[in-house]
């Protein structure tokens, strides 16, 4: 089974691109839905969580409260490293066992979306190929604030808190570019890469 790596900025459409490679065959393994899962009511990290940041970062629902979170990070940088050391292992580990369970079922690529994949020091290494999905900054910008309410600035932050364009270019084995607004040149480009690896 290979193993494909897909990173991009907020907003540049990797996700979309996860997708599409899942409609095709690929097995989609998605970094921020289980982390949105081990972060959600009755979540692994929530205890962690309140044990390091208390009460005020729970929500009634029992899970993360993602604003106050976010409003935190940008305040203190030390608390995105506490966060990442609560949810990365578990996300890991949970990544981990749907690879090895797409493998036993016969499965050819495994797509790994991994939202800080460029930031990191370990998944390179566990990855054969990585696709970058890139876009410029503008339309990050855009398609973000047009999908999540956010404005510009908080956006912006956001941006400035992950790697570079070019910091992702580094590691990419394939470039995909995703500024055109149909889906249609996206649709294609993922046939390409599709029929790359055998699916």
Do not use: Y
Request: glycine letters at 10%.
């Amino acid at each position: 089974m290979v193993r494909l790596g897909v990173t991009g900025g907020i907003g540049s459409g990797k996700s979309t691109l996860a997708g599409m490679l899942a409609q095709r065959g690929a097995a989609w393994i998605d970094a921020d839905r289980i982390a949105r899962g081990v972060t959600a009511p009755g979540g692994a990290a929530i205890p962690a969580i309140r044990q390091t940041f208390g009460d005020a970062l729970i929500g009634a629902n029992g899970a993360l409260d993602r604003a106050r979170m976010r409003a935190l990070v940008f305040a203190q940088p030390a608390a995105r490293q506490q966060l990442e050391a609560i949810v990365h292992p578990l996300v890991g580990q949970q990544t981990a066992a749907q690879a090895t369970a797409a493998a036993a079922q016969g499965v050819r690529l495994a797509v790994f979306d991994i939202p800080l994949l460029a930031e990191s020091g370990h998944w390179p290494a566990r990855l054969d190929a990585v696709a970058v999905v890139d876009c410029t900054p503008e339309t990050q910008l855009q398609r973000t604030m047009a999908r999540s309410g956010l404005d510009r600035a908080t956006v912006q932050g956001i941006m400035a808190s992950q790697a570079s364009r070019a910091q992702r270019r580094a590691v990419a084995d394939i470039v995909v570019c995703n500024d055109v607004p149909s889906l249609q040149e996206l649709q294609a480009q993922a046939d390409r890469i599709a029929a790359w690896f055998g699916l």
